[in-house]
């Protein structure tokens, strides 16, 4: 059935047992042929590997229980499935979120029973990227993890708090997975260069080469792996070849000519960066605010959602400090729908840069929720009669209009008058700062509210 298979028996010594307990052979990629075997070889995520931990405990007391896995691509999500199908006497079984439906995943569960009722003999239930199902199928999770059919492993790139249903949370054990570290980078490479079932000692690598691969990976393992067997092919060596072969700073320049970009759209670094990249902006590090830009563009994030953000923004943090914020935002809004990407680029750059560098003011954001505050509070009041509409038949018998001081025809053409309802006569919502532009706009204001209201 299509999205959905049962991966055989294979003894967790085999040396060739590779992703998912499935045989491995010598032109498989290196990140398949380097996957760790046991939880003693896996890189990094000491928390997960501790003694007694409750992975420990799945994968060597064959406890049942159901995992949650989270992290950023090539931090070992995969990995641990895999250890879990070798290391265990289990049934494994694997459900692409990609191709699967509702009734495939079905199909798992109750053959996950009929295994059970039959032999007794329990099963893993793989879900990569569960992230991708929607919420009819991780429903269909549930009877499987409630009755213990199954012990569900489902690994996701995305906060599972956003992605993953509130029951299938609830009844499974959320571990975090951490970026790796440079070291741990390094680690990796180390093994794979010694390993017979890597490069096996056929090559090396010059320092200088081995630290562009580690910082272009940017914490993740596999393209790690992946640069490092490009660059090794760069230097002339193939699966069987004797050597020795070098690789040197050019050969792994040319091997992974495109910098990692440490930001995943779909994931939860599109959350984090993007907050990196507003709250940059509102602390005025125009620096830091086109570096987290340019690693969104770089990443492929769509540009008007960029520009939607600087909308926000500069009425959110700028406001009336700078009164051209909003327009110079709008602008770029309207500039990346007109021309596009890449040439876009530059008017995001120039609006980033100006509402950076522009004088920062809170007040209209503190202004309208202060005012929403009260109205959800209950502070509505009727509205004055002179200022309901008096146009209509009828209108002015019930007094509507009766009274109203028309503004013009008073000094600047302010009239005192109570706008507000009774609730809210007093109530003063804007309150401008002293920064920017909005140090005339506060002097005028108070000018405007003694005026107004009498005092």
């Given at each position: 059935m299509e999205g959905l298979f049962e991966v055989p028996d294979q003894p967790a010594s085999d040396p060739g047992a590779g992703s998912l307990g499935a045989n491995t052979h010598a032109s498989a990629?290196?990140?398949?042929?380097?996957?760790?075997?046991?939880?003693?070889e896996l890189v990094g995520q000491d928390q997960l590997r501790a003694p007694g931990s409750p992975l420990r405990q799945l994968v060597e007391a064959d406890h049942a229980m159901s995992l949650l896995l989270w992290g950023p691509p090539?931090?070992?999500?995969?990995?641990?499935?895999?250890?879990?199908?070798?290391?265990?006497?289990?049934?494994?079984?694997?459900?692409?979120?990609?191709?699967?439906?509702?009734?495939?995943?079905?199909?798992?569960?109750?053959?996950?029973?009929?295994?059970?009722?039959?032999?007794?003999?329990?099963?893993?239930?793989?879900?990569?990227?569960?992230?991708?199902?929607?919420?009819?199928?991780?429903?269909?999770?549930?009877?499987?993890?409630?009755?213990?059919?199954?012990?569900?492993?489902?690994?996701?790139?995305?906060?599972?708090?956003?992605?993953?249903?509130?029951?299938?949370?609830?009844?499974?054990?959320?571990?975090?997975?951490?970026?790796?570290?440079?070291?741990?980078?390094?680690?990796?490479?180390?093994?794979?260069?010694?390993?017979?079932?890597?490069?096996?000692?056929?090559v090396t690598v010059a320092d200088d080469a081995l630290a562009h691969i580690i910082r272009l990976a940017g914490g993740d393992a596999r393209r790690s792996l992946t640069y490092l067997e490009a660059a090794a092919r760069a230097a002339g060596w193939s699966p069987g070849a004797e050597g020795p072969f070098e690789v040197d700073l050019s050969m792994a320049e040319t091997a992974a000519d495109q910098a990692a970009v440490r930001y995943d759209r779909q994931g939860d670094q599109h959350y984090d960066v993007t907050s990196a990249f507003i709250k940059s902006i509102r602390g005025s590090d125009a620096d830091a605010a086109l570096h987290y830009l340019a690693r969104m563009m770089e990443a492929g994030e769509d540009p008007r959602f960029i520009a939607r953000r600087l909308v926000i923004l500069a009425s959110e943090d700028i406001g009336l400090a700078d009164p051209t914020a909003l327009t110079t935002a709008v602008a770029a809004a309207q500039a990346v729908q007109l021309i596009g990407m890449p040439e876009a680029r530059l008017n995001l750059a120039q609006a980033v840069i100006a509402l950076a560098v522009a004088p920062k003011s809170n007040a209209v954001i503190k202004a309208i929720d202060a005012a929403s505050a009260d109205v959800r509070a209950g502070k509505i009041g009727t509205v004055?009669?002179?200022?309901?509409?008096?146009?209509?038949?009828?209108?002015?018998?019930?007094?509507?209009?009766?009274?109203?001081?028309?503004?013009?025809?008073h000094p600047y053409g302010i009239a005192e008058q109570d706008y507000a309802p009774e609730p809210v006569r007093d109530a003063e919502y804007y309150q401008p700062t002293g920064n920017g532009a909005e140090a005339g706009v506060k002097e005028r204001w108070e000018r405007i509210r003694r005026i107004v209201r009498g005092k």
């Open positions: 990629p290196l990140a398949v042929r380097m996957r760790p075997r046991t939880l003693d090539g931090t070992g999500k995969t990995t641990i499935a895999s250890i879990v199908s070798q290391q265990t006497n289990r049934r494994f079984v694997e459900v692409s979120a990609v191709a699967a439906g509702v009734k495939e995943v079905r199909a798992a569960i109750d053959g996950a029973r009929r295994e059970l009722v039959r032999g007794g003999r329990e099963t893993v239930l793989f879900v990569d990227e569960v992230h991708r199902f929607t919420k009819a199928q991780q429903d269909a999770l549930l009877p499987g993890v409630e009755n213990r059919w199954v012990t569900l492993v489902a690994a996701t790139t995305e906060n599972p708090f956003f992605s993953v249903i509130s029951p299938l949370l609830s009844r499974s054990l959320l571990l975090r997975l951490e970026s790796l570290t440079d070291d741990d980078v390094r680690a990796v490479l180390d093994q794979a260069l010694a390993d017979d079932r890597g490069l096996g000692g056929a004055p009669s002179y200022l309901r509409d008096a146009h209509y038949g009828g209108a002015k018998d019930l007094g509507h209009g009766k009274g109203y001081k028309y503004a013009h025809n």
